[in-house]
């Protein structure tokens, strides 16, 4: 057990990539704050499946997208578990246009829950994490941050900069034992993909298209995830970790 006494707050955990994380990080031992914006009965769900691998879970409603929110999250982590060794910044949303229709609202939406909230949640619980002598950050990422994507231009603009954010927490905060990185995922096949209109044609492209023959699964991105959490991971800092079967170097 990995994370045995360990506490993990996974933002968006309550479907998708975000609930796969949770389920490995507790598989392994943490307990778990499942973080939900909308629906709480997907996080209800997640919660129980945590709670029957022998974990402890609580859920937190709270938008990442507002910094009083973000505070709040953190709070009700350190009262429920008494801090947190373990931060995902893995809840994301954004304005499927292209350029031309693109407004400054989506931009500052997209922005603020890709980017900003990593920033400001890392600053609310680091030092939860100090006071558990070190901790561990991941930054979840997309292929868009640096290839371009059908109407992507927001998402990829925010998912760039939440790479940026990864390096400068990285380098920050190493000294202290609070190590941070990124995932970055390839065509991953969630509900996401369908508010794509051509999600389905993206699927079967990224399938092609991929040396591994298979499209990348949450449960793909969330193995990586556990093991930046590790202790095998120390010294990976501030690295951009691709997970993509390949996708990116033959296309």
């Known amino acids: 057990m990995r994370f045995e006494n360990k506490v993990a707050l996974v933002t968006g955990s309550s479907r998708g990539i975000g609930r796969a994380i949770a389920l490995r990080l507790a598989a392994e031992g943490a307990d778990v704050v499942v973080n939900y914006v909308r629906s709480r009965e997907p996080a209800e769900a997640t919660a129980a499946e945590i709670e029957a691998l022998g974990r402890r879970a609580v859920i937190v409603k709270a938008n990442v997208g507002e910094p009083d929110e973000i505070k709040r999250l953190a709070a009700e982590a350190a009262e429920a578990f008494g801090g947190v060794d373990i931060l995902v910044n893995n809840a994301a949303s954004g304005y499927i246009r ?45 292929l868009g941050s640096e290839r371009v994507m059908p109407e992507y231009v927001v998402i990829g603009a925010s998912k760039a900069a939440l790479e940026a954010v990864t390096r400068y927490v990285a380098a920050e905060l190493a000294p202290e034992g609070i190590i941070c990185n990124a995932v970055s995922g390839g065509v991953v096949e ?8 051509r999600g389905d044609l993206m699927l079967s492209m990224g399938r092609d298209k991929t040396p591994a023959g298979r499209i990348i699964t949450p449960e793909d991105l969330a193995g990586v995830v556990a093991f ?22 033959v296309v």
């Not at 997209?110 to 006071?131: C, G, S």
């Not at 969630?190 to 209109?197: I, R, S, Y």
């Open 98 to 142: 292209p350029v031309m229709g693109q407004r400054v609202k989506g931009w500052d939406w997209t922005m603020d829950i890709n980017a900003r909230a990593a920033l400001f949640l890392t600053q609310a619980v680091v030092p939860q994490m100090r006071e558990r002598g070190g901790g561990r950050i991941v930054n979840i990422s997309s």
């Open 190 to 197: 969630t509900d996401a993909l369908k508010h794509f209109e």
């Open 228 to 249: 930046l959490c590790s202790a095998d991971a120390s010294m990976i800092v501030g690295e951009v970790i691709k997970v993509d079967g390949g996708y990116s170097i």
